[in-house]
């Protein structure tokens, strides 16, 4: 088995793992999960959902989200900053491309990686991350080939 599908195999498992992840959060519209790697082991996890100690409801009557709603790979991030862990070099697996006020996050928390599911619909942060020199790769399907 060559590295590339070693790591493939790697990178699938982590976002079948991120996807489990994200069915915890407790929002309507959209469930995000995350996972943080580095040196292979899991570092951190997160899913979108509202701040410790409120509510666990995500949208308004009218279906928007709240704005105080924190994005998953916020959480994750905001988890390793609480840890003995930091972020330098590891690699983010996300179940949606992230937004671009979380790619800001990402670049300063010293994530060097991202793996993504889904697009969001604004890549903005996408291309940010990229011409930040992280890299982004995007894999559609984890459970091809498995």
Sequence with gaps: MTEYN??????????RMASTWAELSHCVRKKVGAIIVKDGMIIS?????????????????IGDTHW???????????????????CMGATLYLT??????CCKLVLQAGIKRVVYINHYKDTTGIDFLINSG?????????????
């Design 68 to 86: 105080f709603v924190l994005h998953a790979e916020a959480n994750a991030i905001l988890k390793v900053a609480k840890s003995t862990h930091n």
């Design 6 to 15: 070693k790591q493939r195999r790697y990178d699938k498992a982590y976002l």
């Design 134 to 146: 992280l890299q982004v790769d995007h894999i559609s399907d984890p459970h091809d080939g498995e």
């Design 96 to 101: 949606l491309s992230p937004c671009k006020d």
């Design 45 to 61: 996890d997160g899913f979108n959902g509202t701040p410790a100690g409120f509510d666990n409801c995500c949208e308004n009557d």
